[in-house]
């Protein structure tokens, strides 16, 4: 059995008749060419559902589905420890795909409050306004009974959570939720298909934005949705056929690319993060410091005990200062840039309210976050040029 790296490096090996090539070649077809009627996959799902077939087996329409973008999602499900995959446009359409599948008027679901605010903004702004009863629960949650209702029908996870990276019991949660036969959803972007193995731990369906580590060096934007269940996986590909969630083929080409750099890149990125943590723990004048890693970290211990572990996101509030103050420091980074998003190769800053957003739970901190994202960048070059901003020298 050879290594995690070594069969990533590997994952884009496509068959074109007796051989292979090493690179996902990008079909792009939106038709598909039959060779007589007879072959032509019928398209109402009760004579499919008749037959016994799987009304997505075959590739009949390039939209729902073509060779490349079916290696793509297997090579995603791989990684993540799964069997299927349904991939999107997008994490956040994947999200939207899986919780309105799994979700109808006059159902309860469970969501952390630590959740991204875009997932926050789609179960307020839409799922609660189709009929959705939404209830936030605190990321330190263990028991999940006092929250359960007889309608609860889904509980949403997201292990470390955004931006403050509290980690949640996740194995805990998933017990209780199958005894009452309450589907698991974790959304495990953070984990970049590497930290964390979420059917191991008990959840039903993982849910990652591949925009970020797993595709983010290729500039693409997409999402998926894996599982170990047939059941649950036919159920979400359809509602993201009827979304008409359609994903390129080149994008699927592109990020195949990314793929298959992944552990090299976390590799590289988890070393920066040691040696930027170490150093910035030493600065004086900073207020407290996040990473799942750190003894002291909100679910430090659960950190330990369930993941191999942590990215290269660090989270840094700065007590006392005002948000100009703030703004004047980060302003004079030179190395690491400013700017939304994650998991390419550059360094990237954001500010952020601590505690915007949350309605259930916080951290004992005040003021203003900076979220750095760790690229690829010499680290000895990051350290400097935080040194620098940060300090003032
Ligand atoms: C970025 C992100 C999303 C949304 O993904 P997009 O691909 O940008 O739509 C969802 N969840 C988490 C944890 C994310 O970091």
Known sequence: MTTKTTRTAQLGLFPVGRVEVPVLPAINATTV???????????????????????????????????????????????????????????????????????????HVLVVDT??????????????????????YPPEVTDLEPFLRPNTRVVFMESPGSMTFEVQDVPALCKTAARHGITTVLDNTWAASRYFEPFEKGADVSVLSLTKYHAGPA?????????????????????????????????????????????????????????????????????????????????HALWRRDFMGANSLVTLVFEGLDRAAVHARVDRFRVVRIGYGWGGMLSLATLFEVNAWRTVSGIAARGMGLRLYLGLEDPADLVADLRQALEGR
């Open 219 to 299: 500039g693409v934007s997409m999402g998926a949705v894996v599982t170990r269940q047939e059941r649950l996986h036919a159920t979400i590909k359809n509602q993201a056929a009827l979304l008409g969630l359609h994903v390129n083929p080149d994008a699927c080409a592109r990020a195949m690319l990314a793929l298959a750099t992944l552990d090299l890149r976390l590799n590289q990125q988890e070393r920066t993060t040691e040696h930027v943590l170490r150093s910035l723990t030493g600065l004086s004048g900073l207020g407290a410091l996040f990473h799942p890693s750190l003894p002291g970290a909100p679910g």
């Open 115 to 136: 959740v991204t605010y875009t997932t926050r903004w789609y179960l307020d702004q839409c799922l609660a306004a189709s009929g959705v009863t939404v209830t936030y």
């Open 33 to 107: 060419v039959f060779p007589d009627t007879t072959s032509l996959t019928p398209l109402d799902r009760d004579s499919l559902s008749r037959q016994g077939r799987d009304p997505y087996e075959n590739f009949y329409y390039g939209g729902v589905g073509t060779p490349t973008t079916e290696a793509f999602g297997q090579a995603v499900a791989k990684l993540e420890g799964g069997t299927h995959a349904v991939l999107a446009p997008s994490g956040q359409s994947a999200l939207v795909a899986t919780l309105s599948a799994l979700l109808k008027q006059g159902d």
